[in-house]
């Protein structure tokens, strides 16, 4: 079973979101829903590289009240 | 994208040390190898005794404020950034074999980050086509 997995990167900085985000991924299934909110200011450029980088899928991508909120699917993972 | 990073540390203050935490922390991150070469300044910082590396005089004025932001953010030392990025990707730390000698280093000198003592020959020939960045 796909599971949803919520990382809470908020209020830390560059590189703190996407490390926590690979650590996250690194333990994930594929399939599984990342889920990660974040206030760094550059993390929604770094997370689109990101998912460029390791060839996952961006579902979602949008911010609200000064927190950015992600969300993943594992798709690179076999 | 690179191949991998070379970073080849050579300034020994506490603002190039952000620098070094942030790219091969990130690096580490989108799984691509990072070979750090330490020599000049930045020896001292990489021993068992290793001091508390000092921001420049310069830019003196804007270090309180510098400092206040990373506490704020909890942002963990360049040490802890980098060995955290030793155990989740492919980084391994080398220090000038040059400089040891000229500083009367040896292995068990070294902090236990350091991986081994090489020349520039053994550092340039396993870093052919790695981007290099100098610090």
């Given at each position: 079973?796909?599971?949803?997995?919520?990382?809470?990167?908020?209020?830390?900085?560059?590189?703190?979101?996407?490390?926590?985000?690979t650590k996250a991924y690194r333990k994930a299934k594929p399939g599984d829903i990342i889920e990660v909110l974040a206030t760094d200011?550059?993390?929604?450029?770094?997370?689109?590289?990101?998912?460029?980088?390791?060839?996952?899928e961006l579902l979602e991508l949008k911010e609200e009240g000064g927190v950015i909120k992600a969300v993943i699917k594992v798709t690179a993972k076999k | 994208m690179a191949k991998g990073l070379a970073i080849i540390m050579f300034?020994?203050?506490?603002?190039?040390?952000?620098?070094?935490?942030v790219l091969t922390q990130t690096a580490a991150n989108f799984g691509i190898p990072v070979r750090i070469f330490v020599?000049?300044?930045a020896l001292?910082?990489?021993t068992k005794n290793k001091p508390e590396p000092r921001f420049s005089k310069e830019f003196e004025d804007m270090v309180p404020k510098l400092e206040e932001g990373m506490k704020k953010l909890n942002?963990?030392?360049?040490?802890?950034?980098?060995?955290?990025?030793?155990?989740?990707?492919?980084v391994k730390?080398?220090?000038?074999?040059?400089?040891?000698?000229?500083?009367?280093?040896?292995?068990?000198?070294?902090?236990?980050?350091?991986?081994d003592i090489v020349g520039a020959a053994y550092f340039m020939q396993t870093t052919e086509g790695y981007q290099v960045i100098f610090i």
């Open positions: 079973m796909p599971e949803k997995i919520v990382v809470d990167a908020r209020n830390m900085a560059c590189p703190g979101p996407i490390t926590k985000l200011p550059g993390f929604k450029p770094d997370v689109q590289a990101w998912v460029q980088r390791t060839g996952n | 300034t020994g203050q506490a603002e190039y040390f952000i620098p070094l935490a020599t000049g300044f001292p910082y990489f942002m963990p030392s360049w040490y802890d950034i980098v060995k955290e990025a030793k155990e989740t990707g492919d730390i080398y220090v000038c074999s040059l400089m040891a000698e000229v500083m009367g280093l040896k292995k068990e000198d070294l902090d236990p980050i350091v991986d």
